[in-house]
């Protein structure tokens, strides 16, 4: 939903910048764009920093904060928003400067320079937030498959394959994983499911891409996107992909649902990494929901709620 933004001369700016967010070659550049746009800047000095100076910059009365890093930086700020009930007054605006800047992407800002016009001329938006227990999440949520299958599904894996990319980018560097004893329940949205099982991997979507049948998540639907990725023999994985993909088939083991809460339990007594944004966190059981219209955001032209 869009919204009329007030004058420029009327908003309080600042900037959180990540200086080693990236390739960590950014931070001139930055400055000096910065001050060509009227940001003061601020910089993070250490992981979760950005949750504290989100928290100032609302004690500040800032009414517009540019996040530039990745998709960790700005996970962190939103954060730090929600914590002390600021996500209302501030409105959020994403300046891309990370490995993969994927929220960026979606939001159609891909430079520097777009992220910047976009914080001076951008539509504002209200999208939803994704909840974890208590913890905000901007895009997703992902368990299953360790780190380092999902740096193995390469960008073009992941634009051919969609979700199952992580798999496939997984036997192609020959991990092994003995994959996640859940059960979950879904409750909300399309329909009610309770499953359990072993799993590859349970992606729950905000906004981002998950694959051919769960398509993208929409941030302004009011519900989650979900994945969960059945175990399943590795001569599978590419075909089911291919199918899912390119053909527009229903997979046996790919189930895609759209729902307003989702519960995880492992079955087993280790807990359950999930990573936010692509921030690990543990879980003895965690419940996903959805908080809608809860993010003043800024968007591209290119931005289009559905994807």
Wanted: proline share 5%; glycine share 12%; net charge negative.
């Amino acid at each position: 939903m869009g919204e009329a933004r007030p004058d420029r001369s009327a908003e309080r700016r600042r900037l959180v910048l990540n200086p080693v967010s990236g390739g960590a070659d950014h931070a001139e550049t930055v400055r000096r764009l910065a001050a060509i746009h009227q940001f003061p800047v601020v910089e993070t000095e250490r992981g979760g920093h950005g949750v504290e100076l989100a928290k100032a910059a609302a004690a500040d009365s800032v009414d517009l904060l540019a996040v530039c890093g990745g998709d960790g930086t700005l996970h962190e700020v939103v954060e730090g928003l929600a914590a002390v009930d600021a996500l209302d007054a501030v409105t959020v605006c994403v300046i891309p400067a990370g490995t993969e800047n994927i929220v960026a992407g979606d939001l159609g800002i891909e430079t520097l320079g777009e992220g910047f016009e976009v914080a001076d001329s951008g539509e504002t938006r209200r999208l939803d937030l994704g909840v974890a227990n208590d913890e905000p999440f901007v895009m997703s949520a992902i368990a299953g498959l360790p780190a380092d299958v999902s740096e193995a599904a390469t960008a073009d894996l992941k634009e051919r394959f969609g979700s199952v990319a992580f798999l496939i980018g997984g036997l192609r560097e020959g991990f092994s994983f003995d994959g996640l004893e859940v059960t979950i329940d879904a409750s909300g949205g399309s329909a009610e499911t309770a499953w359990t099982g072993e799993a590859i991997a349970v992606l729950v979507g905000n906004l981002r891409r998950l694959g051919k049948n769960g398509g993208r998540a929409d941030a302004e639907d009011g519900l989650l996107a979900v994945e969960i990725i059945e175990r399943m023999p590795p001569g599978e994985a590419v075909r089911e992909a291919i199918e899912q993909r390119f053909l527009d088939r229903d997979t046996p083991h790919v189930r895609a649902l759209r729902t307003t809460r989702l519960a995880v339990d492992p079955l087993g007594a280790e807990p359950i990494r999930f990573s936010l944004d692509g921030e690990l966190r543990e879980f003895e059981t965690v419940e996903f929901g959805v908080l809608p219209d809860a993010l003043r955001l800024r968007v591209g032209p290119e931005y289009r709620p559905e994807g």
